[in-house]
């Protein structure tokens, strides 16, 4: 089985610093270490409906910004498929199927769930799509049989969701689905970047972003106004590090090298922060440290941006063909599920011939045979229908489990009179396949 990445961002407006330590710029690194066979990145629309839902073109004008954000920082439509998930319909009809699956409890304990339908202010009005998002989430990652999954941490409890639902799938169907692993950020800062605001979460929705598209005016507003340690009120005040947003910023984002540019009277940002502990060094010295690292980070991805976007039409080809592209992957994945659950109906031509040979016998045989079997319905919960064996003369029984004819493996003679030659049979039973030669009593039909 091939390594395969699914991850995603709802188009619900540009993408920040947050999106893109948590995920983005590792994914660029994923997609050039060659160490994965197949990629897929989705501009996931339908989710972003889910509370979006009057106010549509909200995400239809986003389908690009974030099309742009992902060309700029590296994603490449020839190495990663980059897709939109309104266009891909299999995967609707996985997330109807996992519904079946999961419980509305199960659901209401997802912690990520909560916290968003808490931001959202939702309260009783949940839509159901938003109620559900963690059951497409596994759709969109199991149509194209994901084992890796890079996201923020905030996402952890969704992936935990997508593999409950494959264990479930898989024991009640057969192995069919593949389940993913998370891969969270390796710089812990990275794992959750704060707002600038200093909440425990940049959103799009809390006007607390930088953006990765936003100009260097901009950036530099942004920091300068960044929150920092409210008790650090004088430049000798002794500073707190631990949760400051500045700082955590510093840790995702500065290397040893911005110091020797920016800032050469320290070594390295662990001689800033002892430093800052210890007094004597005021915020706005620090903030403007950051912002040259950060600037140093998004000047790149901003120039190669403004470039991709003289090109519109070719950004959309690009969502057109990847689109196409990840439908394909999903068909068959879908498909495998719906041979899995014996759903497949029109392609199984076992089932159809099977159906096409219920045995017709001779009325009087047929009142023994329907006797025997409302016994052995009562008894091993076998459906009450046979198939008749021209060759072998014989009735063979079906698991109500299972549709395929069983093997004939044994002689047995179940008290209907010897001239209807009914002579082989197998059981299956609730515990297991019966091959011992029993006699059972006729019950007339």
């Given at each position: 089985m091939g390594k395969i990445i699914l991850t995603g961002d709802r188009p619900t407006g540009r993408l920040h610093v947050g999106h893109y330590v948590g995920s983005l710029k590792r994914r660029v690194e994923l997609q050039d270490s060659g160490e994965f066979d197949e990629i897929y990145i989705m501009i996931a629309d339908a989710q972003a409906l889910t509370d979006n839902a009057d106010n549509p073109e909200k995400v239809r004008q986003n389908i690009i910004e974030v099309a742009l954000d992902y060309l700029a920082c590296g994603l490449d439509p020839a190495k990663s498929v980059l897709?939109?998930?309104?266009?891909?319909?299999?995967?609707?009809?996985?997330?109807?199927?996992?519904?079946?699956?999961?419980?509305?409890?199960?659901?209401q304990r997802n912690p990520t769930v909560k916290s968003e339908i808490q931001m959202r202010n939702f309260e009783a009005s949940i839509p159901v799509g938003f109620f559900t998002y963690p059951i497409s989430q596994?759709?969109?990652?199991?149509?194209f049989k994901a084992t890796t999954v890079p996201v923020g941490e905030d996402q952890a409890p969704m992936i935990e969701q997508t593999r409950e639902i494959v264990h479930k799938f898989n024991s009640v169907y057969g192995d069919t689905l593949v389940e993913p692993d998370i891969l969270l950020p390796?710089?812990?800062?990275?794992?959750?970047?704060?707002?600038?605001?200093?909440?425990?979460?940049?959103?799009?929705?809390?006007?607390?972003?930088?953006?990765?598209?936003?100009?260097?005016?901009?950036?530099?507003?942004?920091?300068?106004?960044?929150?920092?340690?409210?008790?650090?009120?004088?430049?000798?005040?002794?500073g707190q590090v631990e949760g400051n947003p500045v700082f955590i910023y510093l840790d995702a984002f500065c290397r040893d090298g911005h110091f020797a540019e920016y800032l050469p009277d320290y070594k390295?940002?662990?001689?800033?922060?002892?430093?800052?502990?210890?007094?004597?060094?005021?915020?706005?010295?620090?903030?403007?440290?950051?912002?040259?690292?950060l600037q140093d980070e998004l000047r790149p991805i901003r120039e190669r941006r403004k470039e991709i976007a003289q090109d519109i039409p070719a950004v959309?080809?690009?969502?057109?063909?990847?689109?196409?592209?990840a439908k394909a992957k999903a068909a068959e994945t879908l498909a495998e599920m719906k041979r899995a659950m014996k759903i497949n109906y029109f392609e199984d031509k076992e089932l159809i011939a099977f159906h096409k040979d219920i045995i017709r016998i001779h009325k009087t045989h047929k009142e023994f045979l329907t006797g025997s079997l409302k016994y052995l319905y009562a008894e091993y919960n076998v459906i009450g229908y046979g198939r008749f064996n021209k060759e072998a003369q014989s009735v063979i029984l079906v698991n109500n489990n299972d549709y395929e004819v069983t093997k004939e493996v044994s002689v047995w003679y179940l008290g209907i009179p010897k001239e209807c030659v009914l002579n082989c049979l197998m059981l299956t039973t609730?515990?297991?396949?019966?091959?011992?030669?029993?006699?059972?009593p006729v019950i007339s039909g």
């Amino acid at each position: 089985m091939g390594k395969i990445i699914l991850t995603g961002d709802r188009p619900t407006g540009r993408l920040h610093v947050g999106h893109y330590v948590g995920s983005l710029k590792r994914r660029v690194e994923l997609q050039d270490s060659g160490e994965f066979d197949e990629i897929y990145i989705m501009i996931a629309d339908a989710q972003a409906l889910t509370d979006n839902a009057d106010n549509p073109e909200k995400v239809r004008q986003n389908i690009i910004e974030v099309a742009l954000d992902y060309l700029a920082c590296g994603l490449d439509p020839a190495k990663s498929v980059l897709f939109i998930q309104s266009q891909i319909p299999e995967l609707c009809e996985m997330t109807f199927y996992y519904m079946d699956l999961v419980t509305v409890s199960r659901l209401q304990r997802n912690p990520t769930v909560k916290s968003e339908i808490q931001m959202r202010n939702f309260e009783a009005s949940i839509p159901v799509g938003f109620f559900t998002y963690p059951i497409s989430q596994a759709a969109d990652i199991t149509a194209f049989k994901a084992t890796t999954v890079p996201v923020g941490e905030d996402q952890a409890p969704m992936i935990e969701q997508t593999r409950e639902i494959v264990h479930k799938f898989n024991s009640v169907y057969g192995d069919t689905l593949v389940e993913p692993d998370i891969l969270l950020p390796d710089n812990k800062a990275c794992l959750r970047l704060p707002g600038i605001d200093g909440k425990a979460k940049m959103s799009k929705s809390l006007g607390n972003c930088i953006y990765l598209s936003d100009t260097e005016a901009e950036v530099k507003k942004k920091i300068m106004s960044m929150f920092t340690d409210p008790n650090h009120l004088r430049v000798e005040d002794p500073g707190q590090v631990e949760g400051n947003p500045v700082f955590i910023y510093l840790d995702a984002f500065c290397r040893d090298g911005h110091f020797a540019e920016y800032l050469p009277d320290y070594k390295n940002l662990d001689e800033l922060k002892a430093h800052y502990m210890r007094g004597g060094l005021g915020d706005v010295k620090v903030k403007k440290f950051l912002n040259n690292v950060l600037q140093d980070e998004l000047r790149p991805i901003r120039e190669r941006r403004k470039e991709i976007a003289q090109d519109i039409p070719a950004v959309y080809q690009i969502l057109e063909e990847g689109s196409r592209n990840a439908k394909a992957k999903a068909a068959e994945t879908l498909a495998e599920m719906k041979r899995a659950m014996k759903i497949n109906y029109f392609e199984d031509k076992e089932l159809i011939a099977f159906h096409k040979d219920i045995i017709r016998i001779h009325k009087t045989h047929k009142e023994f045979l329907t006797g025997s079997l409302k016994y052995l319905y009562a008894e091993y919960n076998v459906i009450g229908y046979g198939r008749f064996n021209k060759e072998a003369q014989s009735v063979i029984l079906v698991n109500n489990n299972d549709y395929e004819v069983t093997k004939e493996v044994s002689v047995w003679y179940l008290g209907i009179p010897k001239e209807c030659v009914l002579n082989c049979l197998m059981l299956t039973t609730s515990e297991g396949y019966s091959t011992e030669p029993k006699q059972y009593p006729v019950i007339s039909g």
